[in-house]
């Protein structure tokens, strides 16, 4: 792999996190930012690296530049960079640099207690292999890199113990092949990835049926993980977890997030799979790693704006174009990442493992891994037919609580640690304490 630094961050004066926390995402932006990026005709993977004005390498050096201009604005609390890795793969057959493009907001805590939220910027038409055609890619994936640029710019010189990573992409159509380069270089600089928010298709409220969804957004996460082998399936199966691993306790908190947040105006769909049917994002390389990832995507869809030339027959209008988008909408999704972001990255890690002992009692012994920053537990518990948890007890000072008349065999149990102002992290779900 190969690392090009491209802008050096230093810590600077940042503006007061009541005024930071007072800007909002703005639409007028959000679609600035969207025809900027169709403005450069294509942006295929395999397209230009090196024309200024068209393809893959004009788009990535202007985001390269956005994320700059916004470290600037706030003292250089951006480092950005590009990492880069050569692959060869079906859908690029004479291989190609595959390039990312990071900004990083280094957290105040453990510099690698991180969280990422990303999309990818390539685009395509009918056939994926069509580097020259115009590929305008405004809601698949203009929108997913616009927010993502809009969200460095509204949590920048905002504070946070984790360390916030903004993630452009590229490759995604040709074989998640950003994604999985982005899911090395977490796993090769040891960053240990609270979240990863995979942001793809999240612009447009009307579906291919004209039927319109402007007040939900579906999250997409895993039930039995990808990065489990054979032995932690079946222990995973005997204690009832298939719906409480990392990412789906990640989908859980997104969905809290947006009923503790009215004002953002999105119910989430929680979707228990790991994406569309039969289909894939920039998230599932993170998935195999281990990282709790989700993918955000619209309510409904409209399959005729999606990889698609450029066309109209018999009225009929096909292509990926800004005219098929709503800004209003995509500014509320933003709205619940970012909301997510500050979360996440204000809160301690999640415990590593959570122990349960109750077998043949009435009671219930609950014992975790104390977690570095948190100054509460808060453990979850809710009967076994239910999806949500129902019951919690905030503990202090301690890593273990015994919860009276709770029996194991009826419930299911989770810890989360809690930061000092309240933050919380992702559950970790409860399983069988080892045996001496």
């Not at 490759?171 to 796993?187: D, F, I, M, R, Y």
């Not at 018999?314 to 174009?321: E, L, W």
Request: glycine share 12%.
């Amino acid at each position: 792999m190969k690392t090009l630094i491209l802008l050096a961050a230093a810590s600077a004066l940042t503006p007061s996190l009541a005024s930071a926390q007072a800007r909002a995402p703005d639409p007028a932006r959000l679609k600035g930012t969207v025809e900027t990026l169709v403005g450069f005709g294509t942006r295929h993977t395999l397209s230009s690296a090196t024309d200024k004005k068209r393809g893959i390498g004009a788009a990535r050096a202007w985001a390269a530049g956005e994320f700059a201009r916004i470290g600037k604005g706030c003292g250089g609390c951006l480092k950005v960079e590009s990492v880069s890795e050569r692959f060869t793969a079906p859908r690029v057959p004479n291989g190609a640099d595959i390039v990312d493009v990071l900004a990083i907001q280094r957290g105040t805590g453990d510099p690698n207690q991180v969280v990422i939220i990303a999309a990818h910027i390539d685009s395509r038409v009918s056939d994926v292999m069509n580097a020259t055609s115009d590929a305008p890619g405004a809601n698949d994936n203009g929108s997913g890199s616009a927010l993502v640029i809009e969200a460095a710019r509204v949590l920048a010189g905002e504070k946070f113990d984790g360390t916030i990573v903004y993630a452009l992409l590229s490759g995604e159509e040709q074989g998640l092949l950003g994604g999985k380069l982005l899911a090395s270089t977490a796993k090769a600089r040891g960053w240990q990835v609270r979240a990863m928010l995979n942001n793809d298709i999240v612009g447009n409220t009307v579906g291919q049926n004209g039927q319109i969804v402007s007040d939900r957004v579906r999250v997409f996460s895993e039930g039995i993980r990808a990065a489990e082998d054979g032995k932690a399936g079946l222990t995973r199966r005997g204690i009832g977890g298939e719906d409480d691993g990392p990412s789906r306790a990640l989908a859980k908190a997104i969905d809290g997030i947006a009923e503790a947040n009215p004002q953002i105006g999105l119910d989430v769909f929680a979707v228990r799979r790991p994406d569309r049917f039969g289909r894939g994002g920039d998230h599932s390389p993170s998935l195999e790693l281990g990282y709790p990832a989700v993918r955000f995507s619209v309510g409904i869809e409209n399959y005729d704006r999606q990889h698609q030339d450029l066309r109209t027959v018999d009225g009929r209008v096909y292509g990926d174009t800004v005219e098929g988008m709503d800004f209003p909408y995509l500014a509320k999704v933003t709205a619940l990442n970012v909301a997510t972001l500050r979360v996440l990255a204000k809160a301690p890690a999640a415990p590593a493992s959570v122990s349960l002992d109750g077998a043949l009692s009435m009671d219930t012994r609950v014992l975790w891994d104390a977690v570095p920053g948190a100054s509460a537990y808060k453990v979850y518990w809710r009967r076994a037919d239910a999806q949500d948890w129902a019951d919690s007890r905030v503990v202090r000072g301690a890593t273990e609580t015994v919860l009276k008349d709770v029996v194991v065999d009826d419930h299911f149990i989770g810890v989360a640690a809690v930061a000092a102002d309240g933050a919380e992290s992702l559950v970790t779900f409860g399983g069988m304490a080892a045996r001496k």
